[in-house]
């Protein structure tokens, strides 16, 4: 999410927990294409039926509020948790009994430790054991990606790189707030009189992304399923597929009814119209690489030539689109 020098996307993993447990107010590595104007943080956006959709800094923020509770998916960082707890209360002083996690990046769970001690957290199984063995997987990982942004000079990094790892070298795993309770492939919270339901996808953009459905209130969140125009980050090392954006979508666009008010994981509130062109976006990308496979092309001279025109306007296009088509052409069969 986080693009380093040397070409490779940093792990989200690192902010997954360290924005949960960095003491300090700003310095959490957030991924670039995340990052809003400090004026749109805590932007509140009544949806229909008690559901709300709350932008910040990290992935987008909705909730609902039922007759004795509120229900609130994703968290995004530590240092803006409190912001958003305030806001919601500012809608209704019911209790903030669950927090349901998309998927492990720290946009999403960066603020879990700031609900924890009030809210059960669930998510995926995946989710979980992701944000457990992220010390692990930095120590192991991320000294490489140090040396190469040290050869590079580029301050930033070095300095992300060098956080990321003093946090795995000291954190202790029970001090990460994962969630707490876990499901296989669906759950279903009942509050008051509304069923929120959290379907696990096949994997896509993580392999523990869920979608949150409020059936009576007809809005979905979807996670980082859906980048409403921007172009989508599909988290390979962490189980993700360009194939299976299309799989995932294709199965919760036949769940929910047309009209449903559908949250991406980042950018404005959509409908089903913009979710679907979102599939499209990757359905195209995938299919420029097949063409591409089929006139003889190597994946080189693919990065070299690929564009979409059609998707320029995207956020993101300049600097992730072919890192995007890249993924599209190693799913791609011959
Ligand atoms: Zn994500």
Do not use: C
């Amino acid at each position: 999410m986080r693009r380093l020098a040397s070409g490779t996307f940093a792990l989200a993993l690192f902010s997954a927990v360290a924005a949960a447990l960095s003491p300090a107010p700003n310095p959490t590595p957030t991924p670039d294409h995340h990052d809003r104007k400090p004026e749109d943080v805590f932007r509140l956006q009544p949806l229909r039926g008690n559901a709300y959709a709350l932008y910040g800094r990290g992935g987008n923020v909705g909730f609902f509020v039922g007759s004795d509770a509120v229900v609130v998916v994703d968290s995004e960082f530590k240092d803006i948790a409190p912001g958003i707890l305030e806001k919601i209360r500012s809608v209704s002083d019911k209790p903030v009994k669950y927090l349901v996690n998309t998927h492990h990046h720290g946009d999403h769970t960066g603020g879990n430790e700031a609900f924890k001690t009030f809210a059960v957290i669930i998510a995926q199984d995946n989710v979980r054991k992701r944000m457990l063995e992220s010390p692990q997987r930095i120590l192991k990982e991320y000294p490489k990606e140090l040396e190469e942004a040290k050869k590079a000079g580029n301050a930033e990094d070095v300095k992300f790189l060098e956080d990321a790892i003093a946090w795995a070298q000291k954190v202790k795993v029970e001090e990460i707030a994962a969630p707490v309770v876990t499901f296989d492939s669906e759950l279903r919270i009942h509050v008051g009189g509304e069923t929120v339901e959290v379907w696990h996808t096949p994997p896509a953009h993580t392999d523990g992304d869920s979608v949150i459905y409020f059936t009576k209130a007809n809005v979905i969140h979807m996670g980082d399923l859906y980048f409403h125009d921007q172009i989508p980050f599909i988290d390979v090392s962490s189980g993700g597929s360009a194939i299976g954006y299309i799989t995932a979508i294709d199965k919760i666009v036949a769940r929910v009814p047309p009209d449903v008010i559908v949250i991406p994981g980042h950018g404005e509130v959509s409908d089903l119209a913009g979710l679907k062109g979102a599939r499209q976006f990757v359905a195209d990308m995938l299919a420029a690489a097949s063409a591409a496979r089929k006139a003889g092309k190597t994946k080189e001279q693919f990065l070299a030539t690929v564009d979409l025109p059609a998707y320029q306007k995207y956020d993101g296009y300049k600097d992730r689109f072919k890192g995007a088509a890249a993924i599209a052409w190693d799913e791609t069969a011959r």
